[in-house]
């Protein structure tokens, strides 16, 4: 049973870790013939390279905007829906509906709505009054930054819902009871019995989420293509132009930069991850 696993986890993820190192040495571009550089490359991307490190930064603000939404967001719908079988079949499957959409029409579907002078968001805040003239979404960084991570959040909650829902299914109805006896209040229920029992959902939840918020590349690519100036690019979208040669500086593919700034990311997700894991490892060993 673990062969076909283990041929599977060789070929899909430990090959193009290996394919990314070999070329991140190199300088190549798929035409002329790949000539060795030595550290070159991280070079460029740690001393030349300041779009990156502002790509790098970009992604982390939108992961924290995210965060702030999509978890709380998700937890919420997740408890309202446990509360009340009889529409949660119905809810369930319509909260979850976003996540089985394609990420590009997610993202031309949104680019439409905040269309700056026919998008129906400019259009019903002109109605009401709120402003006087459109808005510009995708001109300035933050509005465009809020525009994405709105887009993001509406199509990830889904999952992490599904997520939270099966926790909160899989905590045993004996323990509401008591605190139903000793009186305790829903609010005291919810801090003091479903969050410490979900705890190791959202361990995994929180994994996903920042793995699966970092890798992030193809809602931008749609959306705002790194605009305006580059201000929104994201560290994937970044790296995936200079591997398709997709809105970069030069007009052939980078493969060896591209492959050492793939290198350089997965290393700090490989960091981030682990400290993650390290700071939680005993949450929810109690329960």
């Known amino acids: 049973m ?94 979850f509906s976003p996540t089985i959409v394609s990420t590009a029409i997610v993202g031309i579907v949104f680019f439409l709505m905040f269309e700056p002078f026919q998008g129906a968001v400019n259009q019903m805040l002109k109605s009401a009054n709120i402003i006087s003239s459109p808005i510009n979404w995708f001109g300035d960084k933050w509005l465009a930054d809020i525009v994405i991570v709105i887009a993001s959040v509406w199509k990830g909650f889904g999952v992490n819902m599904i997520f939270f829902l099966m926790g909160l299914q899989n905590i045993p109805q004996d323990i509401y009871e008591c605190a139903d006896i000793d009186g305790v209040t829903k609010w005291q229920k919810f801090t003091k019995v479903t969050l410490p029992m979900l705890s190791s959902t959202g361990k995994v939840v929180m994994m996903l989420f920042i793995v699966n918020s970092i890798k992030m590349s193809d809602l931008i690519l ?40 793939a290198v350089i990311t997965a290393i700090i997700l490989s960091l981030v991850v682990g400290l993650y894991m390290r700071l939680t490892k005993n949450v929810g060993d109690h329960y």
């Open 222 to 261: 749609v959306l705002t293509n790194g605009q305006p100036g580059g201000s929104t690019e994201v560290v994937m979208s970044y790296t995936f132009k200079f591997f398709f040669s997709y809105g970069a500086a030069d007009t052939v593919s980078q493969y060896g930069y591209s492959s050492a700034l």
């Open 2 to 95: 673990l062969t076909p696993m283990l041929i599977g986890f060789g070929l899909f993820t430990i090959y193009p870790m290996l394919w990314l190192i070999q070329w991140s040495w190199f300088d190549y571009n798929g035409i002329s013939s790949a000539k060795f550089i030595g550290f070159d490359n991280y070079i460029r991307a740690f001393m030349r390279d300041s779009l990156y490190w502002q790509s790098l930064l970009n992604t982390w603000i939108i992961v924290i905007a995210k965060f702030v939404l999509e978890i709380p967001l998700a937890l919420f719908l997740a408890v309202v829906l446990n509360s009340n079988k009889k529409v949660n079949s119905f809810f369930r499957t319509l909260f």
